[in-house]
T-cell receptor
C-alpha cells in the first residue's frame, strides 16, 4: 500500500539556520513526489515536485528537495530559514498518471524562533 | 499554476441544515477535482474524486448521501454537506487537476465549516 511518513511532527529552528524536513514513502511504482506548504487557515501551495530527471529539484522560496530512491526518501531542505517560513509542510506521493489521488504525509509543523 | 477559489471561506450553521461549498477554477479547465477534509492538526483526508460530467468516486468510509458532490462543469464543483452535525465541523479543501498538468493538483484556500 502507498504511504508517506513524515517522522517529525514539530521542528523548531532559529532564523537563519538551515532546515531539513524528512519524508519517506512506500510506493510500488515510479513515484511522483511533492512538497506542499500550508499556512494557518489556508489551502496548500506547491513548493516543488519531482517525477524524473535530476534528483535534486529546486522549488519556490529557496527550497530544494533530493530524491533518493535507495532510501525511499524525498527530504526538503532550505539553507537559511526566514521567519515567514513558519507553516506546516506536507509531503505527498502519487502516480504520474493524470487524475489519480495523492497520498499525503501527516505533516511537519515548522516553528522559527528569532 | 491554476488559480482556485472556494466559497464561502467560512460558514457557521445550525445542526440539521445543509451547507453548499463551491470550488471554482478561475483560469483552468479542471477535468478532475478532489475534495478533502482536514481536522485540526491533522493531514488531509481525501473524501472523493470527481470527473466532469460523471458521478463522484468516494473514499471508503465517506457517506455519499451525506456529502453530495456535483462537478457541473470544467470550472465548478460543489460539495454539499447535508443535515450537518457538529462532527462535520472541519476544514474542507478542494483541489483540481487537468490532463495537461500531469498529476499536479492545485488547491483552493479551503472552507472552514462550523456546525453548532
Amino acid at each position: 500500500a502507498q504511504s508517506v511518513t513524515q517522522p517529525d511532527i514539530h521542528i523548531t529552528v532559529s532564523e537563519g539556520a538551515s532546515l531539513e524536513l524528512r519524508c519517506n514513502y512506500s510506493y510500488g511504482a515510479t513515484p511522483y513526489l511533492f512538497w506542499y506548504v500550508q499556512s494557518p487557515g489556508q489551502g496548500l501551495q506547491l513548493l516543488l515536485k519531482y517525477f524524473s530527471g535530476d534528483t535534486l529539484v529546486q522549488g519556490i522560496k529557496g527550497f530544494e528537495a533530493e530524491f533518493k530512491r535507495s532510501q525511499s526518501s524525498f527530504n526538503l531542505r532550505k539553507p537559511s530559514v526566514h521567519w515567514s517560513d513558519a507553516a506546516e509542510y506536507f509531503c505527498a506521493v502519487g502516480p504520474m498518471e493524470y487524475g489519480n489521488k495523492l497520498v499525503f504525509g501527516a505533516g511537519t509543523i515548522l516553528r522559527v524562533k528569532s | 499554476g491554476a488559480v482556485v477559489s472556494q466559497h464561502p471561506s467560512r460558514v457557521i450553521c445550525k445542526s440539521g441544515t445543509s451547507v453548499k461549498i463551491e470550488c471554482r477554477s478561475l483560469d483552468f479547465q479542471a477535468t478532475t477535482m478532489f475534495w478533502y477534509r482536514q481536522f485540526p492538526k491533522q493531514s488531509l483526508m481525501l473524501m472523493a474524486t470527481s470527473n466532469e460530467g460523471s458521478k463522484a468516486t468516494y473514499e471508503q468510509g465517506v457517506e455519499k448521501d451525506k456529502f453530495l458532490i456535483n462537478h457541473a462543469s470544467l470550472t465548478l464543483s460543489t460539495l454539499t454537506v447535508t443535515s450537518a452535525h457538529p462532527e462535520d465541523s472541519s476544514f474542507y479543501i478542494c483541489s483540481l487537476t487537468s490532463r495537461g498538468s500531469y498529476n499536479e493538483q492545485f488547491f483552493g484556500p479551503g472552507t472552514r465549516l462550523t456546525v453548532l
